[in-house]
């Protein structure tokens, strides 16, 4: 069964610290995504990033900075963390190609909370 | 600014009920639009919709597209507890590496 996997489902951090959250999937596809989703705004985009070491900024992007080295693998990494980026965090993935780069899979997500 | 208007936000039923659920969008370029069901976890891929007036089916659950007047509908019949979740709605612009614009969802609640 193809998956994006999130590395942690939960974390809790303290104000400041440096965060990195992981995700890898293994359908070998192009473009990854980070999403932020929050009670009542719906999912918001971070960066997304269509090749390795390509990354392009989403709605949101303040605050967050993204790392693709290696095909699988794309993380999202919150230099100092704030408060106000307390949220659950969607990664998801698609293949180009006809309809194909519009049909994301996601990742089960990881549930952030920041003190 | 592109949008996408998901209506009602959250409903509230009981099994068996039929629902019908409203996506508007706005924006340009238009290349399909995605109807995503979220549980506690990932959200899954229900139908994806690029022309007008076709339906797409899944067992209880339909959808269609109209593009003159820009918005989809997912209907569920015969609503079962299982189908409680927020639905998601999303729509793809040509072009744009297949990033996805979200709607806010709609909290489906189904009481036995």
């Known amino acids: 069964d193809v998956k994006v996997t999130q590395s942690s489902r939960y974390l809790v951090k303290r104000t400041g610290e440096k965060v990195f959250l992981e995700c890898v999937q293994d359908m070998d596809h192009e473009n990854m995504f980070w999403y932020r989703q929050d009670p009542g705004l719906g999912l918001r985009l971070i960066y997304f990033?269509?090749?390795?070491?390509?990354?392009e900024k989403g709605d949101i992007p303040e605050g967050y900075s993204v790392s693709r080295e290696k095909k699988e693998r794309f993380s999202l990494i919150l230099e100092s963390a704030s408060t106000n980026q307390t949220s659950m965090y969607l990664c998801a993935s698609s293949s180009p190609g006809s309809s194909g780069a519009n049909v994301l899979t996601f990742g089960a997500g990881s549930r952030l909370t920041v003190l | 600014e592109d949008k996408v208007v998901q209506s009602p936000l959250s409903l509230v039923v009981h099994e068996g009920d039929t629902v019908t659920l409203n996506c508007s969008y706005e924006v340009t370029n238009f290349r399909s639009l995605l109807w995503y069901k979220q549980e506690k976890k990932a959200p899954t891929f229900l139908f994806m919709l690029?022309?007008?007036?076709i339906e797409k089916k899944s067992g209880r659950l339909s959808s269609i597209l109209d593009k003159k007047e820009l918005f989809s509908i997912l209907n569920i019949t015969a609503t079962q507890t299982g189908d409680s979740a927020i639905y998601l709605c999303?729509?793809?612009?040509?072009?744009?590496?297949?990033?996805?614009?979200f709607g806010r969802g709609t909290q489906l609640t189904v009481w036995p």
């Open positions: 999303a729509v793809a612009r040509g072009s744009t590496l297949g990033r996805l614009y």
């Open positions: 990033s269509y090749d390795v070491k390509m990354k």
């Open positions: 690029t022309s007008s007036g």
